[in-house]
């Protein structure tokens, strides 16, 4: 499979995505790119492959193909040469996007993406790592009892931005709702409580069109997580390019369309069900009788999202952390250290025990 860096025009070293500034950066000429300039430049370089090479490509490309399927569904480790220094890289099967242990550089794994893999969108990091930093410490507050060492620079310097695979659909349906409203009045009259319900029948129908109903395209445990750091603005989502991967990591899915769509038409039938029965306003209850609704149209599409990862291993157990690479939203559990949380009590109990003498001897 054929392995690719964005080299800068200006002097050959090796561009990455800049969040803040939302173009391409060299770090060692400073050089500044447009998306559509460095999508233009890779687009060049392909044109500029000779047979020979899209030959090699294309056989590379039909070999993972067999190992995926003599390996099955699990995840299995795969090794690439780096192009900027010809080291041997070891990514797991899923991996789209990283960086060389070696030579630091950006490597996006081409191949990974294209054909039926290739992604319809990509929203591109917003949030720097200084950023995200930045977030990491609001999340950790004044939390008094973290273990020691656990908001230091190492773990800072492990952050990781990632593109995580989702899968969003669009429908329009046509839906209809019966049911039953109920309007209940009380009042007293003497020592009497008197009762008086209303009884009508209420009836729903239209078109509802629901958008960015969304779910992972990645087998992982980690299902909270990825699901956690939502809502992103899918306005900001630009036609995908493979160079918005350089410099950072990127998963390419493994959940297809048809594994994920019953659990996403669950999600628009719900959804789709409610929309109706807010529209039956003022009745102090709503009884579903009957509700049918018919897909009209529908439209999946395949996104990579960005997220900052960091994990930390505490008592034997990792906890993932992640933040939303556009919003900044946080995701995680923060740990607590047991010796600091059993100080803490007894700090507490002696001053509760202190203030107690001092309030007994005031009443001698």
Not at 55 to 75: H, N, Y
Not at 168 to 197: L, P, S, V, Y
Not at 264 to 278: D, P
């Amino acid at each position: 499979m054929a392995t690719m860096n964005y080299k800068c025009p200006n002097c050959d070293g090796p561009l990455t995505f800049n969040p803040d500034k939302q173009r391409f950066t060299c770090e060692y000429c400073l050089g500044e790119f447009e998306p559509a300039q460095v999508q233009q430049m890779n687009e060049q370089k392909e044109q500029r492959e000779t047979y020979d090479e899209r030959e090699v490509r294309s056989a590379e490309a039909k070999q993972q193909q067999t190992q995926a399927a003599d390996e099955g569904s699990g995840e299995y480790a795969v090794s690439y040469t780096c192009p900027s220094c010809g080291a041997e890289i070891v990514t797991t099967s899923t991996t789209a996007a990283t960086t060389c242990f070696y030579c630091y550089n950006p490597v996006v794994l081409g191949s990974r993406l294209s054909g039926e893999f290739n992604p319809d969108r990509v929203i591109p990091f917003e949030l720097s790592k200084e950023k995200a930093i930045e977030r990491f410490l609001e999340m950790c507050g004044k939390k008094w009892f973290l273990p020691k060492g656990f908001a230091g620079k190492e773990q800072f310097e492990k952050l990781n931005g990632v593109y995580f695979p989702y899968w969003f659909a669009d429908e329009q349906k046509t839906a209809h709702m019966t049911a039953t409203g109920k309007k209940i009045r009380t009042w007293t009259t003497g020592n009497k409580e008197c009762t008086e319900t209303r009884i009508y029948h209420v009836a729903r129908g239209g078109n509802v069109q629901i958008r960015n109903v969304f779910e992972r395209a990645l087998k992982s445990e980690s299902r909270d997580m990825l699901q956690s750091v939502h809502p992103y603005d899918m306005g900001k989502a630009v036609p995908f390019a493979m160079s918005y991967l350089s410099g950072f990591q990127a998963e390419k899915r493994d959940l297809e369309k048809k594994d994920v769509e019953p659990v996403i038409e669950q999600k628009m039938h719900e959804y789709t069900e409610q929309v109706l029965k807010n529209t039956m306003e003022g009745y102090d209850i709503i009884e579903t009788d009957s509700f049918n609704e018919h897909t009209d149209l529908a439209a999946y599409t395949y996104n990579l999202l960005p997220v900052w990862m960091v994990t930390y291993k505490y008592n034997g157990e990792i906890i993932p952390f992640a933040i939303n690479g556009q919003t900044g939203k946080a995701y995680g559990h923060l740990p607590v250290a047991a010796g600091k949380l059993a100080a803490g009590a007894a700090i507490v109990a002696v001053l509760v025990f202190v203030l107690g003498v001092l309030g007994g001897m005031l009443f001698l």
